[in-house]
């Protein structure tokens, strides 16, 4: 008979945490499931395994490994004892079966695997007894996110990777697949395998769609075309052998057959782009001399597929257009959008190479000529220099050379593709920010098993809440399905930061308390904020910066109607601007379709932080001002700050910081001619610094063609920022120095910092 | 007279379809014909079917040469006999792909690139210029 149990203590818990994560080899952090008891086993204890029986030695806590949380049991699982008092392994034992398989033990899983593991197989049998000394390993066996984005890193404090790699954290890759399908047909000409291998080669390479994830229906099989007779030869783009890996033919059961497989497959964050490349008849897009598939066919397979988060369909075909309604309200997808080469009454053109409206739009994806050579013009890209699919979209109508053709697009929620990449979704927007109010930055890390908040603790990193799905963080309950994190900010003032949370039901704001959370605020869609009407589905949060300069923080929400300002009031949320597209901000028109919102800053140094915004034709600096916005700085295309020159279609805008220390915000800007740095002055921007490429920062060799930039920080503690520089070659630490930069540190791959082998070729910073 | 079921006297074939042509036809589009007459009965031109009381050459008419399917075009249905030309609307080519050898090309308007014009299999390397018309 076992005697009755002593609660463990929470801090020998969190101990005792750290310990068995150090312990773990990253194979087996990528395999194995962790979790804790709440309570001290008294020596003599026993856990009945079916057959056997496992008797405690000593006081101890415990922690039970899972090798292989997939299967059935028995399987090869470990005990591991800790000392109640100081939280060291004490000692640990082989089983087959859990201690809980009667339900009469609680066990808290504080780590998952991060992965599915299919198929099941026998993993690395035993764990060392005592932990050894965590080392980070050179290369990470999970790809892991950046740590510090922006402005957010501890001052004086090098928050490195190594340490987070050590708790697994997932790329967002694990959460937020994408897909896509690219159609030919079995009467499809040569041209329309061309454009085929150019959006595949534009996945993969531009986007990093993983290969497996590209279902490319095309011909009989193989890449081929009834205008081809034997083998196709090189690809006419730069005449290389074609890349791309043909799924299956181009028939209608297989493709009924790739969405039963994605219908299997797809989860809420996830992004499928279906491309079809092809002829096309009054009565569908064709599948041979004699079959279509109709629109109302399409309809019904998109209709068959899970909900997710966003479908692109682009039809070149002819009569492509018939497909846009039905695309529009069979969707599952919670962001549709419908773009094709021609309306539902007209013949879509083709050339002696490529058809014209899909190889423009794949140019404008790509941003690159199907050469891999420079476009003539860009896409209007948004301040990180990426192109939204309505950008591709508007940029392949303007550049169509078919003069038949008439390009169409729809969008659903209206205004979506503006805020649609096929890129993956930021790892981390703004995911970090002081919870504890410690003085220190803390990280949210998601995964599809859970939430975490990570606090460095030495050369660890503690988890301060580590949550599976299912959680109620008050009323709110955690689903990292569909719950997106973020931003991070004081958003009832104070030091301590809260979360803002959205999913498909509404918003919510999370407040650290103890080990888990409280939601102070949880709205669901429809409800009002002032005049605000919340809709997630087509609402975008940030940045979060206090924009009336109250001490609080406050969000920033764009919608296709205009953008507001949600202040944080009680239990819900205040909108203490919102204005309609068509508004006059001082001299920027508003149009959130073509409006790129980012980069708050005090850019003034008067206490209230103001937004950057840019469009094709300009860029201007927003403040609030009563219940609207003015434009204290707004400057179109053309403009020379100092010696820069404005091109927004060309120039990225990288992180803001005070890199003067004078109290106000600058912007850090790069082109492929190389950097500025720009200042407010006035109604205008003046550039104290502007580095041509081949400049030298001490001995850092400035090339924007290669150089990454960010995130910035105080690295060194003090009012001035410096700002990150990575490379193929390395990375550097700049500050700015009179009208350049310092190089304060710089170092080649293959340095180690501590443990941590530096290798910017698979690094994230 | 051409008889049934050969291809000779190819050029007054070819100068019956053109007489045939519509004005916006001779501006842009690419004419083949089939030197090989469909035999009375069932015929199938582009993607419709016909009845033939007797046998026709078939001329087709691509209006928007260069264009992806489907898009207007014409069979034009010639009596070697009777010399009359009857035509069928249609919206898609005779095959998709490559023509049989037994098409070859009689038109092309000024402007038409190579690339607009449907591939012709060829049969020896003889056979393989393409023939192009003036406008009698």
Redesign the interface.
């Known amino acids: 008979m076992n005697t009755p149990l002593t609660p463990l203590r929470p801090v020998l818990s969190v101990t005792i945490k750290q310990a068995a994560l150090a312990s773990l080899t990253p194979q087996q952090a990528a395999v194995a499931r962790l979790s804790i008891g709440g309570s001290i086993f008294p020596a003599g204890h026993t856990f009945k395994l079916v057959d056997t029986v496992l008797t405690v030695k000593q006081d101890a806590a415990l922690v039970f490994v899972d090798l292989m949380p997939q299967a059935n049991w028995g399987h090869k699982c470990a005990y591991q004892f800790y000392d109640p008092a100081t939280g060291k392994l004490l000692y640990q034992q082989d089983a087959l079966f859990p201690p809980n398989l009667a339900g009469d033990i609680a066990l808290e899983v504080f780590h998952a695997p991060l992965v599915p593991i299919v198929p099941i197989r026998p993993v690395a049998p035993v764990m060392p007894v005592s932990p050894a000394v965590p080392v980070a390993p050179a290369t990470p066996v999970m790809p892991v996110m950046p740590v510090l984005p922006a402005d957010r890193a501890i001052p004086g404090q090098g928050l490195t990777r190594a340490l987070v790699s050590d708790v697994q954290v997932p790329a967002s890759e694990v959460v937020e697949q994408r897909y896509a399908i690219l159609w030919t047909s079995q ?1 499809s ?1 040569l041209r329309h395998v061309e454009d085929l291998e150019f959006m595949w080669r534009t996945l993969v390479n531009v986007y990093g769609f993983a290969s497996a994830n590209i279902y490319v229906l095309c011909y009989n099989g193989t890449i081929g ?3 081809v ?1 034997g083998a196709v030869g090189n690809w006419a783009g730069n005449n290389t052998p074609y890349e791309m890996s043909v799924y299956s033919s181009a028939t209608t059961a297989n493709l009924q057959a790739v969405f039963n497989t994605l219908g299997g497959k797809l989860k809420p964050k996830d992004l499928v782009l279906i491309h079809t490349n ?5 009565t569908g897009l ?1 599948v041979d ?2 079959t279509v598939i109709t629109p109302a066919q399409f309809g019904t397979m998109l209709k068959g597929l899970p909900a997710y988060r966003t479908l692109v369909v682009t039809m ?4 492509s257009g018939a497909f846009q309604n039905p695309t529009l309200t069979n969707s599952t997808a919670a962001n549709t959008v419908f773009a094709s080469a021609v309306d539902a009454n007209t ?6 190479h490529f ?1 014209p409206w899909a190889l423009a739009l794949i140019e404008a994806l790509s941003g690159a000529t199907a050469a891999w050579g420079a476009l003539p013009s860009k896409p209007n890209p948004n301040l990180d220099g990426l192109v939204a699919i309505k950008a591709a979209c508007d940029w392949a109508k303007a550049n169509d050379t078919g003069s ?1 053709d008439d390009p169409q697009y729809a969008d659903q929620p209206a205004g979506c593709g503006s805020r649609i990449y096929l890129g993956l979704s930021p790892a981390l927007p703004d995911q970090d920010g002081d919870v504890n109010a410690d003085g220190c930055t803390e990280l949210v890390v998601t995964s599809p098993w859970g939430l975490g908040i990570l606090e460095q603790l030495g050369a660890k990193l503690l988890g301060l809440v580590v949550t599976p799905n299912g959680t109620r963080f008050g009323g709110w309950l955690l689903n990292t399905a569909d719950n997106l994190i973020g931003p991070l900010a004081n958003f009832s003032g104070g030091s301590q930061a809260e979360i803002f949370i959205s999913s498909p039901w509404g918003i919510g704001i999370l407040k650290l308390s103890g080990a888990t959370m409280t939601c102070p605020m949880l709205q669901p869609n429809g409800t009002r904020f002032g005049g605000w009407l919340l809709d997630t589905t087509n609402n975008a949060f940030g940045p979060a910066a206090d924009y009336d300069g109250d001490g609080a923080d406050e969000v920033l929400v764009v919608s296709p109607w205009g953008i507001g300002i949600l202040k944080l009031s009680g239990s819900t949320m205040s909108a203490p601007m919102m204005q309609p597209n068509g508004t006059r901000f001082g001299g920027w028109l508003l149009d959130t379709s073509n409006n790129n919102f980012g980069r708050a800053g005090d850019y003034d140094g008067d206490g209230k932080d103001e937004i950057l915004v840019s469009s094709p034709w300009g860029i201007g600096i927003l403040q609030m001002s009563g219940s609207s916005m003015v434009s204290p700085m707004l400057q179109p295309n053309g403009t020379r700050f100092g010696g820069w020159l404005l091109d927004t279609y060309n120039n990225i805008f990288g992180p803001s910081a005070d890199y003067d220390g004078d109290g106000s915000a600058e912007i850090f800007i790069t082109s492929a001619w190389g950097i500025g740095v720009l200042k407010l002055s006035g109604g205008t921007l003046v550039s104290p610094v502007m580095a041509q490429n081949g400049t030298r920062f001490g001995g850092w060799l400035l090339n924007t063609a290669d150089n990454h930039f960010g995130p910035s920080a105080s690295y060194e503690g003090g009012p001035v920022a410096e700002i990150l520089i990575t490379s193929p070659w390395g990375i550097g630490i700049m500050r700015m120095a009179g009208g350049t930069f310092d190089a304060m540190m710089m170092q080649p791959n293959g340095t180690r910092f501590g443990g941590w082998l530096l290798n910017t070729a698979d690094n994230q910073f | 007279m051409t008889s049934p079921g050969t291809s000779e006297k190819p050029d007054e074939l070819d100068e019956l379809v053109l007489l045939h042509l519509t004005e916006g036809e001779r501006q842009r589009s690419a004419v083949y014909i089939d030197s090989v007459p469909r035999p009375a009965g069932r015929a199938l031109v582009g ?1 419709r079917e016909v009845q033939l009381g007797q046998p026709r050459f078939v001329a087709f008419v691509d209006q ?1 040469p ?7 075009c014409r069979y034009l249905l010639v009596d070697p006999v009777s010399r009359q030309v009857e035509a069928v609307p249609g ?2 080519p005779p ?4 023509l049989p050898p037994s098409w070859r090309l009689v038109w092309r308007s000024p402007g038409i ?1 190579d ?2 014009l449907l ?1 012709i ?1 060829q049969q020896n390397p003889e056979q393989i210029s393409q023939k192009t018309k003036d406008i009698p």
């Open positions: 009467i000409d075309a009834v205008d007779s092809n002829h096309g008849s009054t064709c001399s004699s070149e075909q002819c009569f013949s879509s053109d083709g050339a002696a058809d038949d | 993607r928007r260069g264009a992806n399917w489907a898009h207007p919206d898609g095959v998709f792909g490559a690139d690339w607009r591939p299999f």
